[in-house]
């Protein structure tokens, strides 16, 4: 069996206050108000503040001052999907929806079984009949129900946005109308790292699928330097599986839109699928946020990931999936290259393992 886009397999438990918030959340003899409010402090509690890290372990090795890594793994189900899982199921529950549909590879699917489950909303998911991730049990226990579908990913999205669509289903995929919601909420991680450093990081490197997070973060920094909280805008950094990604592979070739890849040419490994794709559903706004911030993209191959892997777990202590490292690889990458001077540097590592 191959393993795609999962974390280790978690308990997802969550806190006795969480659960009688969640009470509160699906007792339909509350107004909306109350009930909207009690799923934004299940948000507060369970949601976003992760760490970041100072990583002089890796400054010794690849002498670079104040890299930090900024783990979404602390997130409830381990990866950065939960901050745009739960606004999703807020926006939906703020909407009078009792119903969702979404398509995954895996790591989303858990996300929104969750905070589904927390809001008392029923979850449909749609996973292509060739994928096969460690999480599906995961989502099942968590009351989703699993509908398997032919083709690519991309043709899962596009099967669930119909059924949701005929179904008057909330509507949780990627792109379109979900772009800004998901944009902003990926913001806060921009707002999490400033409250940490009191200002932007020079260089801010990020793992690309779809791109929204990219692109979220960069949004998050925007604002904040146009608010004149920080003194810049970090220049982004793009990294993904090679060849496999729109958006790195329309940054390379200098184009100004993100053109789709040939589905035939993309292959799936163990480790690169959580970030290969034929088409990025927000790879506008990525390759947008990387000319704009006077970035750089890289393809990071298997190897590399595994090694930057292992070499974490054994000098950092940190246990992430293997695909979430390409952001750092590229950031120390074009370090070996340019020889980046004393400042402050910012990777994303995207999912706990």
């Known amino acids: 069996m191959n393993i795609r886009d999962s974390v280790r397999t978690s308990d997802n438990k969550i806190s006795g206050d969480v659960k009688v918030l969640s009470d509160a959340v699906k007792d339909k003899s509350y107004n909306l108000i109350d009930r909207l409010e009690a799923f934004e402090d299940i948000i507060n509690i369970e949601v976003g503040d ?27 189900t381990g990866t950065q999907k939960d901050r745009i899982a739960f606004a999703q199921i807020f926006d939906a529950l703020r909407r009078g929806y009792d119903e969702v549909g979404l398509a995954t590879c895996g790591n989303y699917g858990v996300s929104m079984a969750l905070a589904s489950k927390l809001s008392g909303i029923k979850c449909h998911i749609y996973i292509p009949d060739n994928y096969h991730s460690d999480r599906l049990d995961e ?12 083709g690519s990913y991309e043709d899962a999205v596009k099967h669930s946005s119909g059924v949701a669509l005929s179904n008057e289903w909330y ?7 979900n772009t800004p919601l998901q944009i902003i909420s990926y913001s806060h991680i921009a707002i999490e790292i400033y409250e940490e450093l009191r200002d932007a990081p020079k260089y801010c490197a990020v793992p690309v699928s779809n791109g929204t997070l990219l692109a979220g973060i960069y949004r998050g920094f925007v604002s904040l330097y146009k608010r004149g909280r920080t003194s810049r805008i970090p220049k982004m950094i793009a990294a993904s599986s090679v060849d496999k990604n729109p958006i790195v592979n329309s940054f390379l070739k200098k184009y100004e839109t993100c053109e789709d890849l040939k589905p035939e040419l993309i292959k799936e490994t163990k480790l690169n699928e959580p970030l ?16 704009k911030s006077e970035g750089a993209a890289y393809n990071i191959s298997d190897k590399s990931m595994k090694d930057m892997y292992a070499f974490l777990s054994k000098k950092e202590g940190i246990r992430v999936l293997p695909a979430s490292t390409a952001g750092l690889i590229a950031l120390l990458r074009l370090h070996e290259k340019e020889r980046l001077e004393p400042d402050r540097y910012v990777a994303v590592l995207t999912a706990k393992y």
Not at 139 to 150: K, N, P, Q, V
Not at 171 to 177: E, V
């Open 50 to 76: 992760t760490t970041l890290k100072r990583t002089k372990t890796i400054e010794r090795e690849y002498e670079l001052r104040q890299l930090y890594i900024k783990f979404e793994g602390d997130n409830p």
């Open 139 to 150: 989502m099942s226990e968590l009351g989703a129900t699993i509908h398997r579908t032919d």
């Open 171 to 177: 509507d949780a995929n990627p792109g379109g109308l």
């Open 276 to 291: 290969i794709n034929w088409h990025s559903f927000d790879g506008e706004e990525a390759l947008y946020a990387l000319h």
